[in-house]
């Protein structure tokens, strides 16, 4: 199978997490997508329990057709580096084609992360965000350049700067107006939690 892994705070899950990956699921013809959440000891302030991370996600991925949610970093009681992550997913799905799918922002920082030699030879679905030259960044970067055949970049024109932060900063602010960012069964999850206040 052809699946890709799409990591995250996902904090909360949003339409745009959803659309995202359905578009990458098309373009690059995947099997599925996997959600993988990160865990508890990622160092982010105002993340969410990784269980209500987790458990929104499988809202946002129910009656969707290919998307799934894994726990594999939720089972671990340390912080993991990218490829950490990337490791344990190859070993659990050692017989697919796996590719993992992240916007321009992130990896921008491939660079600078754990054992880069060995990140760069994976596959990659990159999405545009805004004033990030995503072609520019892999053809200046001679370990990037060196694997580029395994970087598929997708036009990301809907949600180029979209951002969760400003979906908590609604919640916070009781703007919740405007539900086209976060489905509704999200939205409950969130206000019958107390989260993000």
């Not at 200046?140 to 694997?147: F, G, I, P, R, S």
């Amino acid at each position: 199978m052809k699946i890709g892994f799409f990591g995250g705070c996902f904090n909360p899950p949003t339409n745009a997490h959803l659309n995202l990956v359905k578009m990458a699921k098309e373009k690059c013809k995947l099997d599925k997508v996997v959600f993988v959440p990160v865990g508890d000891f990622y160092p982010k302030k105002d993340l969410a329990h990784a269980q209500d991370r987790y458990n929104m996600l499988e809202i946002l991925c129910k009656n969707q057709d290919g998307l799934e949610v894994s726990d594999i970093e939720l089972n671990t009681n340390q912080e993991l580096f990218a490829i950490d992550a990337f490791r344990l997913i190859e070993n659990q799905y050692k017989q697919d084609d796996i590719y993992f799918i992240m916007g321009a922002d992130n990896f921008i920082n491939i660079a600078n992360w754990k054992d880069t030699d060995e990140l760069a030879n994976y596959n990659y679905i990159v999405f545009e965000r805004e004033h990030i030259a995503i072609n520019k960044f892999i053809d200046e970067n001679h370990l990037v350049d060196k694997y580029k055949n395994k970087i598929q970049i997708i036009e990301n024109n809907d949600y180029k700067n979209f951002r969760a932060t400003d979906v908590r900063k609604n919640i916070k602010e009781n703007n919740i107006k405007n539900n086209d960012l976060i489905s509704k069964e999200i939205l409950d999850y969130i206000l019958k939690n107390n989260m993000y206040k």
